[in-house]
């Protein structure tokens, strides 16, 4: 069974800062490109940033660009969100994702977690 867990979301003051991570079991994150995704209040689910296996290609939604750093820690089995310079207009469950390639977990990811809650306060 695939489990993607995430933690490390909560309250931040604008300008804050935040690290989420996620754990996979090590079959799915061997073999997936590694991703995260949002869901503010009242609106659809949108692609945040991506990872590739190697961790060689990275992709970011043009709104987190410069801000927010993905990364992946093959050994734990781990993929982080550095969430820096955090705005009200962050808030969002974040939700990671796994897929068998980057224009799939980009798009259409195969599995996902339960959510972590992010909140910036203004």
């Known amino acids: 069974q695939v489990q993607l867990v995430e933690s490390g979301g909560g309250l931040v003051q604008a300008g804050g800062s935040l690290r989420l991570s996620c754990v996979a079991s090590?079959?799915?994150?061997?073999?997936?490109?590694m991703g995260w995704f949002r869901q503010a209040p009242g609106k659809g689910r949108e692609f945040v940033a991506a990872?590739?296996?190697?961790?060689?290609?990275?992709n970011y939604a043009d709104s987190v660009k410069g801000r927010f750093t993905i990364s992946r820690d093959n050994a734990k089995n781990t993929v982080y969100l550095q969430m820096n310079s955090l705005k009200p207009d962050d808030t969002a469950v974040y939700y990671c994702?796994?897929?068998?390639?980057?224009?799939?977990?980009?798009?259409?990811?195969?599995?996902w977690g339960q959510g972590t809650q992010v909140t910036v306060s203004s």
């Open positions: 994702a796994a897929g068998i390639a980057m224009a799939v977990v980009t798009t259409t990811p195969n599995y």
């Open positions: 090590a079959r799915t994150f061997s073999t997936s490109a």
């Open positions: 990872i590739s296996r190697s961790a060689g290609n990275t």
